[in-house]
């Protein structure tokens, strides 16, 4: 069985820059990844990014994906990648199983950091699993990665970052978006990306949500409806509209199975999305030697993904032995640099959870 | 203030004027930041040569012009991943904008296209001077549009005719 | 249905890659997951809920939901969201949970 110093599940930007930090500590690593390239949901972001220049702000997520993918490039000798292959099983004792194509292997690792992202929640209504109804990130990476439309006329329902942003990118594709809708009083994401889509147009509905969906084999016509305070639907509301194509976009769960199988101690907090592994501040679980970065111990931006992955590289590397010559500079920037994304309005429920998952407060 | 805008997108008249400067100093173009939240971004501050616009350590404290330094020339429009910022200037009885542009096809010098307000209403014609598509804008255009005078406050972008 | 000009990207649509799909000979181009070589071609049911056969499609696009699972070269369950499309490939839409070998 092979054995690593550092296995890394996950080869999205948190992943990737836990790689990076911890080949510049001298810790060799293995990033594995379930599909057939790296970069994550990075490679499909057409827009340029928030945040500061650290994170790479007001540079395109595509291309924030090859830096990331260059970096872990630089170091050959230290850094192994192996795409097309998915993390079936994880031990307390260390040992990894391997799906890679038809082939399952073992290998075990002295460390692991846990970069496994998030999910696309779903939403319940009536024939909601319908051909035609896809995740928001799902038409992203067909549209954006592929080049593939989703259909001509698109409702998404969810108006968060993703869902403003994806609804902007189908209209820079060419899709007609005739409405986002959106549960709660008020808009979820960044209103400037909200007033994109205003100044084209395109509806914004709040208080309003999809009832259910008509259609045989594939979605042709959705029905919505208003919410009342209680969000339940008004009776007597409701409208047909046509569509061939339905993005949900109503936040992201933590891909956190994998921590909870090798044992980590897990918490549900919903202000981080979900079931999320118990973390010390060094991101470290309550299995040693267990590390997590970005999402799957909280959603949050990519950008804040990815400082958690230099953290995370850099925290495992002095664990093995390998303190990066500027260590406690680092962790100081590190620290900082979270933050600072954390500390605006949108960063409350991160600042929030982050202290219920610590236990150092109650809901 | 920020009722509507929470709700729809569309800030309030009154939210528009607090990023505009007195009418008299649009004599020279200015750039108008319309980021009125706290968001975690500060490429308007890091991308502007003149040091006109201010953020400060909190990346999450809205952008702040200062209108005697600004110069208007439009850095700051392509480098705002929120495409937030236009500039403007009052030239004799029209305006000239510069806006960002990120969709195809591009307009060419010359075009009449709709002037577009904020609620994406069509709100007259406005004229294309000039379209600059050069590689640190990094994909998105910027076009200088002549907009009639009376639509100062209404006017955010364009669309195609046909 | 591709994109046929983008303002941010670009996508050369130039190297075929044959496949079937339901055994009729079909196309795609490189680059393409076979779920988005099938999008593109209007095929919008790759599999069927076990239970009740109810149609299932595209969803995730990240390997996770099972939504898109399909019989490739005889192997079931592969999830095509995120298998790269390949020259000569046999494409089959699913309907059970699977069954081991039916290629053997």
């Known amino acids: 069985m092979n054995t690593y110093e550092l296995v890394i599940i996950g080869g999205g930007p948190a992943g990737l820059s836990a790689a990076k930090v911890a080949a510049e500590a001298g810790l060799h690593s293995l990033v594995i990844e379930r599909d057939y390239k790296i970069g994550g949901q990075l490679v499909k972001q057409t827009h340029m990014f928030f945040g500061s220049e650290k994170q790479y702000a007001k540079t395109r997520g595509i291309d924030i994906a090859s830096i990331l993918i260059d970096d872990v490039k630089r170091h050959p000798d230290k850094i192994e990648v192996m795409t097309g292959t998915t993390v079936v099983g994880l031990y307390p004792d260390h040992v990894i199983t391997l799906l890679q194509g038809e082939e399952y292997k073992k290998i075990k690792a002295e460390a692991i950091i846990i970069a496994t992202g998030a999910s696309e929640k779903f939403l319940a209504f009536e024939n909601n699993d319908l051909p035609g109804i896809y995740g928001a990130g799902a038409v992203q990476t067909l549209m954006n990665v592929h080049g593939v439309l989703p259909g001509h006329d698109v409702v998404m329902v969810g108006s968060g970052n993703i869902g403003l942003i994806v609804s902007y990118q189908l209209m820079q594709a060419g899709v007609n978006v005739k409405m986002v809708l959106e549960a709660a009083d008020t808009i979820g994401g960044y209103k400037v990306h909200a007033s994109k889509l205003k100044r084209l147009g395109v509806d914004i509905r709040t208080r309003m949500s999809v009832k259910k969906a008509i259609g045989t084999t594939e979605l042709n016509q959705i029905e919505i409806a208003w919410l009342d305070d209680s969000w339940q639907f008004i009776d007597g509301t409701e409208q047909r509209v046509d569509v061939d194509a339905l993005c949900i976009s109503v936040g992201l769960s933590p891909l956190s199975s994998l921590a909870a199988m090798i044992g980590c101690e897990m918490k549900f907090v919903p202000l981080l999305g979900g079931n999320v592994p118990i973390i010390d501040e060094y991101h470290e679980t309550t299995v040693k030697n267990v590390f997590v970065a970005g999402d799957v111990c909280g959603v949050e931006e990519a950008s804040s993904a990815i400082v958690e992955g230099y953290y995370a590289g850099l925290m495992v590397a002095k664990r093995l032995g390998h303190e990066h010559p500027d260590f406690a500079a680092r962790k100081a920037d590190y620290e900082t640099q979270l933050d600072n994304l954390r500390s605006g309005p949108f960063g409350e429920k991160t600042r929030l959870g982050l202290l219920e998952l610590r236990g150092e407060r109650h809901v | ?162 | 249905m591709r994109i046929q000009q983008h303002p941010i990207l670009q996508f050369p649509h130039d190297q075929v890659i044959h496949f079937t799909f339901d055994g009729k000979p079909v196309a795609g181009i490189a680059g393409d997951t076979i779920a988005s070589a099938l999008h593109n071609l209007g095929v919008r049911v790759l599999s069927h809920s076990v239970e009740k056969g109810r149609a299932r499609g595209f969803y995730c696009a990240i390997g996770n939901c099972a939504s898109c699972n399909m019989i490739v070269d005889g192997v079931p369950n592969v999830r095509t969201c995120i298998t790269p499309l390949k020259e000569g490939m046999v494409v089959k839409t699913q309907r059970n949970k699977g069954v081991l070998h039916e290629h053997l």
């Open chain 2, 1 to 162: 203030m920020f009722e509507s805008w929470n709700k729809t997108g569309v800030p309030s008249p009154e939210l528009i004027k607090t990023r505009f400067p007195d009418e008299e100093v649009l004599i020279k173009p200015k750039a108008i930041t319309e980021c009125y939240e706290e968001i975690p971004c500060n490429p308007c501050e890091t991308s502007c040569p003149f040091d006109a616009i201010t953020v400060g350590a909190d990346i999450n404290t809205p952008p702040v012009v200062d209108f005697d330094t600004c110069t208007g020339c439009g850095i700051c429009v392509y480098n705002c991943p929120g495409l937030a910022i236009f500039t403007v200037q009052i030239k004799d009885d029209a305006l000239v904008y510069k806006i960002p542009y990120e969709f195809v096809p591009r307009p060419g010098k010359g075009d009449v296209m709709h002037a577009v307000n904020r609620a994406g209403e069509i709100i007259g014609d406005c004229v294309i001077e000039r379209v600059t598509f050069t590689e640190k804008q990094d994909k998105t255009a910027l076009l200088q549009v002549r907009v009639p005078r009376e639509l100062l406050y209404e006017f955010v972008t364009v669309r195609s005719k046909s």
